[in-house]
C-alpha cells in the first residue's frame, strides 16, 4: 500500500515530513510514504531544497493521498495545471490534508457539505470558500480526512496506518516516535484525536 504525500513549493517541513517519517514506520508492513512533487525539487517555506520521491502522476496510484501544507498554497488552488494532477477519488483512496492543505480540497471540491480543520492562518480562507472549519486539531469523515496544526501531522499519519494496517500498528507506530516516559499518554491521546477512543494501554 502507497502514500503521496503532496508536497508543493513553499512546504511545510513539519506537515509532510511527520507524516511521511510515521507511516514509513511501517514500511515492513506493507505501508509506504513517499513525498510526491509537481517538480523534481522543491523548496521549502525555510528554503530546505527536498528531491521528491515520486512525481505528481503518483497519486493516481496511490492507495492514500495526503496533501501537504505550505506559504503557497494559494497560488497552487489558482493553477488549474497544478489542480489537473490531482483527480482524488474518496471511492477508493484515503484523502487527507494538512493545515492549508484544505484550501486544495475545497477546491477539488471534496469538502462540500461538510466540516473541515485548518491551521488558525488559514481558516478564513477556506471559510471564505464556504467550508465550515471547526476548532479541533482533526475530523474525519468517511475516507476524507484533515488536520490543523502542525503538529496535527501526527493525527493524520496515525489515521492513514489505522484505516490500512489498523490500531494496533497504529499504536507501535505512534509509541515509537513518542517521548521517552510519555509513551502511553501520547498513544491515547492520538488514538482518541482519530476517533478511537479505547485505545489499548502499552
Partial sequence: MR???????????LDSFIASALINRCRND??????????PVVTSMNGVEVTGQRPMEFVREAEVVLIGSG??????????????MLPLDPSRQLIGSQCSGALVLARLGLLAGRP?????????????????????PFHVEGNIAT??????????????????????????????????????ETVDRVMSAIGVRDAALL
Fill in 71 to 84: 506559504i503557497r498554497t494559494r497560488d497552487v488552488i489558482k493553477d488549474d495545471r497544478l489542480l489537473s
Fill in 116 to 136: 473541515a480543520c485548518a491551521d488558525l492562518t488559514t481558516r478564513p480562507f477556506v471559510e471564505e470558500m464556504g467550508v465550515t472549519v471547526l476548532d479541533e
Fill in 147 to 184: 488536520a490543523g496544526g502542525c503538529l496535527a501531522s501526527q493525527y493524520l499519519g496515525a489515521w492513514a496506518i489505522t484505516r490500512t494496517l489498523g490500531e494496533e500498528a497504529a499504536r507501535a507506530a505512534v509509541a515509537y516516535v513518542a517521548p521517552v516516559g510519555e509513551q502511553r
Fill in 30 to 39: 506493507g505501508l509506504e510514504a513517499f513525498i510526491t512533487t509537481p517538480t
Fill in 3 to 13: 502514500v503521496a504525500v503532496v508536497t508543493f513549493d513553499g512546504f511545510n517541513e
